[in-house]
């Protein structure tokens, strides 16, 4: 069939229909049949010629057009869609590289096979177009919940329709032994959105803790005002979960605003995530009190926070053990994922057992090293003395608070304790010399005996074995595995070395090597301060 004898309004229409169906721009359609004719052009008049095809927007006419493009004389390579300067000039005048000429040619009779290439192209572009337009639609919607209706279940995994696309809800993103049948309403975050080549999938849960805050969102007015912020939510879904919330509004009980009249707002949340046990804690920017609140229902007589090892220590009341750890743990752990901290539960008898442990141990330290009796050594520990170098050079007036303790005796028990220390570092270094500390190690300021000792016992017995030592190796610290922290031991850690007293002695030993330039790292932390007040800057603009 040839392009002049149909009817040309029938492509436009063509093209529109196409378009509605698929809701995509018709003139993407109208563009895919451009290509799909130049195609078949192409089988007609030559591979390599350069056809294009132009289709007019208004009436429909298709026209054929032959491109030649001009070009060095050297870089001719298809005679048929190039041409050089001298031989463009039998057709234009003053030619240069790059002009194009334009010669019109008759349309081609579309044969079976040339029709069934044209259809083809057309599909492809058309269902390339609607893939872009589901990424486009989808992308934004990413953490936000969608509702849609279940088409069918593979795998375990769920396919959702939501509205212009298939959505898929994986087995391990369901709410315990979730099943749906065909046609069932389901509502969902939409937690990815990603472009693939089968085109774009959107990928739902219904586990994710951002789900039950979106859900807040929605059936509390003002967590959607921003009166209320959700601070945290942690989650084990379809069982139990928590959340923090705080109030900028005094007037306002956050706490109550969610649970709602007779408990109706969360009741609608419990509803949707079925039958999840939902615990609302009020946020308080004091970790211990936070935590506090966490562990709520039960009740908590003691909290040691460590900030560094990003750990607490709770106490509870011996009849409030089990309450606070949780069927399974499940307690301590939500309030563990809440405040984002490790927390150890120990009982009331537990923390007296080892107070008692630590205060025996410190009171026989004092009582070998200093020569004391118990009953003194036990003073010492009662005012809070824990080691030989506070009781060394602690001020004077601190050890004369003691009962019983007069200028002499507290002058006595420092002399006691310097020699004691001096022997201990002496042992040390003796010890480290045998390892094979070297010199430059020994000088370097900032480390005693002790420290010495250990480095040696680990290997670092040089400078610069020192200065190759990352600052975690030195002071120990914390690493995630599969999702729990694990502990790293320093070979520093005993001696309550930090982790910014770390990076300074390594950076030091690094500038006396010569392996640093002071004035450069000097230059660095100025360029980082200027490049954080710009932030501080921007941010209060």
């Not at 930090?498 to 450069?520: F, H, K, Y």
Request: with cysteine.
């Amino acid at each position: 069939m040839a392009i002049t004898s149909a009817n040309q309004l029938e492509l436009l229409q063509t093209a529109e229909a196409v378009a509605r169906e698929k809701m995509i721009d018709p003139d993407l359609v109208v563009q895919a049949m451009e290509e799909s004719l130049a195609r078949a052009a192409k089988s007609r008049y030559g591979s390599e010629m350069d056809i294009r095809v132009s289709i007019d927007r208004k009436t429909g006419k298709a026209t054929f057009t032959r491109v030649r493009t001009v070009v060095e004389d050297d870089a001719v390579e298809n005679m048929q869609a190039e041409m050089t300067v001298e031989q463009a000039k039998q057709y234009m005048e003053n030619p240069e590289v790059g002009d194009e000429l334009r010669d019109e040619v008759p349309p081609v009779e579309m044969g079976r096979i040339a029709a069934q290439s044209a259809k083809q192209v057309i599909l492809q572009k058309v269902r390339e177009a609607e893939r872009d337009r589901q990424y486009e639609e989808f992308k934004d919607r990413a953490g936000t919940i969608i509702n849609g209706v279940v088409k069918r279940e593979e795998y375990g995994n769920v396919i959702v329709d939501v509205g212009r696309g298939e959505a898929i809800l994986r087995r391990n993103e369901k709410i315990g032994r979730e099943s749906y049948r065909p046609n069932d309403r389901i509502r969902c975050y939409v937690k990815d959105v990603r472009r693939e080549t089968r085109g774009p999938q959107i990928f739902l849960s219904r586990i994710a803790p951002e789900f039950m805050a979106e859900l807040f969102k929605m059936e509390v007015p003002e967590i959607y005002d921003g009166i209320i912020e959700i601070k945290a939510v942690a989650r084990d879904p379809g069982s139990r979960a928590k959340i923090a919330v705080i109030s900028y509004d005094g007037s306002i009980d956050p706490v109550g605003a969610c649970v709602g009249m007779r408990g109706s707002r969360v009741q609608a949340v419990v509803n949707e995530l079925q039958g999840e046990k939902i615990d609302i804690i009020p946020w308080n920017e004091d970790q211990p009190t936070f935590l506090v609140n966490a562990l709520q229902p039960a009740e908590v007589s003691k909290v040691v926070l460590d900030e560094e090892a990003e750990r607490i220590e709770v106490v509870v009341p011996d009849d409030q053990l089990s309450l606070a750890i949780g069927r399974r743990g499940q307690n301590v752990r939500l309030a563990s994922q809440l405040t984002g901290l490790d927390i150890d539960i120990m009982t009331e008898a537990e923390e007296s057992a080892r107070r008692q442990a630590e205060f025996e141990e410190r009171t026989k330290l004092f009582m070998d090293t200093l020569d004391l009796d118990e009953f003194f050594a036990q003073l010492l520990v009662s005012e809070g003395f824990t080691s030989l170098e506070e009781v060394a050079y602690v001020e004077l007036d601190e050890l004369l608070v003691i009962d019983g303790v007069d200028e002499g005796t507290a002058e006595e028990l420092q002399a006691r304790a310097r020699d004691c220390l001096d022997e201990m570092n002496r042992k040390a270094l003796e010890k480290a010399r045998e390892l094979g500390v070297e010199d430059n190690l020994v000088d370097f300021d900032g480390l005693t005996p002790q420290m010495i000792e250990a480095l040696a016992e680990d290997g670092v017995k040089t400078l610069e074995d020192f200065a190759t030592c990352a600052d975690w190796e030195l002071a120990g610290g914390w690493t995630t595995v599969d999702g729990e922290r694990v502990k790293d031991d320093g070979i520093l850690e005993k001696f309550d070395v930090s982790l910014e007293e770390a990076q300074n002695l390594v950076m030091t030993a690094r500038i006396q090597l010569g392996w640093v330039d002071p004035a450069e790292l000097a230059s660095e932390e100025e360029t980082d301060e200027d490049g954080e007040a710009e932030v501080e800057a921007e941010a209060e603009a």
